[in-house]
Structure formats: structure tokens, C-alpha cells
Nanobody, 112 residues
Framework: VQLQASGGGLVQAGGSLRLSCAASGIIFSFRASGWYRQAPGKQREVVAGITNVGTTNYADSVKGRFTISRDNAKNEVYLQMNYLQPEDTAVYYC???????WGQGTEVTVSS
């Protein structure tokens, strides 16, 4: 199983980024999956999740700004991040919940 995350970068506060996670060896639509992030000096935290039937959940800190989605045909999961703030700066990881399958992480830096 491989999860390949991409889409991170440097953006100014108020800007947007779209993260992508492509999977091989596992079918996203069969399991719940989502995104975590880990900021410098902080613990990894869950940001957003999407169940096998498409129900979504978000951390309070990103509700209304981030949107998780999935393309079953491409076997990819996305995280659209709008109105980014400096506190969103972190390495973002995609994962299949309940497994040890993690992407390699993609770095998001938001400047003020």
C-alpha cells in the first residue's frame, strides 16, 4: 500500500491550497480516510475525515474553511484549504483510518 500526498507549499494568509492523496494497493472508498497535520513542536492532530459512504467530519479549527472530498474513479482524496492562516502551518499527512497506512507528508507554510 502506498499513499502519495502532494499539493503543499507556501501561501500568504487568506490564500488557498489543495492537497491531494493518491492511493495504490488500497481502495479509499472501502474505508474511512482523511488528513492529519503536525505543526512544529505539536502533536499530530486529525484535520478532516471522510467515511466510506462520504460522510465528512472536521476539526473545529478548520470548519468552514477546509473541505475534504474523494474521487472514487481516481482513488484519490483531497483537502481544499481556504482562508489559510499562519496557525495552519504544518506538515499534512493523508491516512486510511484504523490502519498504519500514511502518506509521506506535504508541508504547508502560511505566511502572515
Amino acid at each position: 500500500v502506498q499513499l502519495q500526498a502532494s499539493g503543499g507549499g507556501l501561501v500568504q494568509a487568506g490564500g488557498s491550497l489543495r492537497l491531494s492523496c493518491a492511493a495504490s494497493g488500497i481502495i479509499f472508498s472501502f474505508r474511512a480516510s482523511g488528513w492529519y497535520r503536525q505543526a512544529p513542536g505539536k502533536q499530530r492532530e486529525v484535520v478532516a475525515g471522510i467515511t466510506n459512504v462520504g460522510t465528512t467530519n472536521y476539526a473545529d479549527s478548520v470548519k468552514g474553511r477546509f473541505t475534504i472530498s474523494r474521487d472514487n474513479a481516481k482513488n484519490e482524496v483531497y483537502l481544499q484549504m481556504n482562508y489559510l492562516q499562519p496557525e495552519d502551518t504544518a506538515v499534512y499527512y493523508c491516512s486510511v483510518f484504523g490502519t498504519n497506512y500514511w502518506g509521506q507528508g506535504t508541508e504547508v507554510t502560511v505566511s502572515s
